[in-house]
């Protein structure tokens, strides 16, 4: 998997009670008193360092004596007279630094020596605590307590886990959003710069339908992001990207969110005039949508309500989409048909989706084209899709305006209303003749 670790199980086992003090230059104290010197040499006898047995009157002293020795020597700090309060003094790379509160558990598959969780036991800090301890507690109640105090470490089992770094797995989502950027800047631009020298409202006037404008573009498009689609596929499930992943699944998503870029890149070109302005704002809100993802790859447990509704943004379903195909190969599954369920955010969600958001961009798209036309195009009103005459057969879009000269020659009477009658001197001496003119 890219961007995770496989660990194997933990066993629950006893950890070794091993002679932490066997090499050990020197076990040191301070102040100086008689309660610091009957503790100390209690403990001493209990951990068998009476010969490494030594005395400071200042810490000071003792922080010094231990540069010689920094890796093997231990120091014992009494804070108060009565030396019921103490400070222990490590070598720093023998336990975790006191402000980590957590720490990967990564390390502790391998061995149990590189478990920072065991660094107290291993190091002999917890064994010392608890003969300080007891040595304390004899001279204050003048009765044994070592054996009660007695201390054994157990390691807490562990199933075998798969540990994915959000990092590499936000990285892989969004940059894969990123490869479909080009197609909606270039489209909008496209578009847009068609509107902008009014090409749109010319071939419109000439008897264009929306339909075949749209088609067009969107057919081109289509096929491009088609391509680039099986290509992506076949690259991601066949090399070590997604490699337990299936094809159809891996193509089906990235084809979709290729489909709802087209159709989301239609949606914008009606609210700008100017296409540098509409492509730069489209790449960027691409970029935005697609970021606003990470929230479920970096936040535990965030909620699925929450999830369907980012999905309504096209970017972020497919980042999120990609996500649950990371986390799919993390767990040795693969994002395959039977796996659509698994997970945290179940892959089926993007996909379903990402469908919806190709047909609600669209609708949307086509409706901000009818109210938000070009100049010279027909403006409806907001709600006019709720008009019963809407919905009704058509008329249609032209009066025909039949010419009198050519309806006498056909044998017909030449009256109309719409056309002037054509002077009987000027009959059979036209320069330029017009047919089936008509009025949009």
Not at 295 to 315: A, G, I, N
Request: net charge negative; hydrophobic share 45%.
């Amino acid at each position: 998997c890219c961007g995770c670790n496989k660990n194997g199980a933990i066993n629950t086992a006893e950890l070794p009670n091993d002679d932490f003090f066997q090499n050990l230059k020197g076990l040191a104290f301070t102040p100086i008193n008689n309660i610091t010197n009957h503790i100390m040499d209690e403990v001493a006898h209990f951990i068998s360092v009476q010969d490494r047995l030594e005395m400071f009157s200042s810490e000071e002293e003792l922080e010094n004596a231990s540069l010689y020795e920094s890796s093997s020597y231990i120091g014992v700090v009494f804070l108060d007279s009565s030396a019921t309060s103490y400070r222990l003094r490590f070598p720093h790379n023998k336990l975790p630094l006191p402000s980590d509160y957590t720490e990967s558990i990564a390390s502790c598959y391998s061995s149990m020596l590189k478990c920072r969780a065991a660094n107290y036991w291993y190091s002999g800090f917890t064994r010392l605590q608890s003969m300080i301890d007891a040595a304390i507690i004899e001279m204050q109640t003048k009765r044994p307590v070592r054996k009660e105090l007695d201390i054994k470490v157990v390691m807490m089992g562990q199933p075998g886990s798969v540990e994915v770094h959000k990092f590499p797995h936000a990285l892989i989502s969004i940059y894969l959003v990123l490869a479909f950027t080009p197609f909606v800047t270039f489209l909008i631009v496209n578009v847009a710069a068609e509107k902008e020298h009014r090409l749109k409202d010319t071939m419109t006037m000439m008897g264009l339908y929306d339909t075949a404008f749209w088609l067009s573009w969107g057919l081109l498009y289509a096929a491009l992001v088609t391509a680039m689609s099986i290509l992506m596929a076949i690259i991601a499930t066949y090399t070590a990207l997604f490699p337990y992943s299936d094809f159809f699944v891996i193509f089906s998503l990235i084809f979709l969110y290729g489909i709802s870029s087209i159709f989301f890149s239609f949606m914008l070109t009606p609210l700008f005039k100017k296409p540098k302005f509409a492509s730069t704002v489209g790449s960027m809100l691409t970029v935005v949508f697609g970021c606003m993802s990470l929230f479920t790859v970096l936040m535990r447990d965030f909620p699925q309500p929450l999830v369907w509704l980012l999905c309504l943004l096209s970017p972020s379903a497919f980042s999120i989409g990609i996500a649950q195909v990371v986390y799919l190969e993390a767990q040795g599954d693969g994002a395959v048909f039977s796996s659509l369920t698994n997970g945290p955010h179940p892959l089926y969600v993007p996909l379903v989706m990402l469908a919806l958001d190709c047909i609600f961009y669209l609708l949307l798209a086509l409706y901000l084209d009818q109210v938000l036309p070009g100049d010279f195009g027909i403006k409806r009103s907001m709600l006019y899709f709720l008009k019963p005459s809407y919905w009704s057969k058509h008329r249609k879009r032209y009066v025909e305006v039949s010419s009198v000269y050519d309806a006498e020659a056909n044998g017909a009477p030449g009256r109309d209303e719409c056309v002037e009658p054509v002077s009987p001197e000027f009959r059979g001496k036209e320069a330029i003749r017009i047919s089936n003119i008509c009025k949009v």
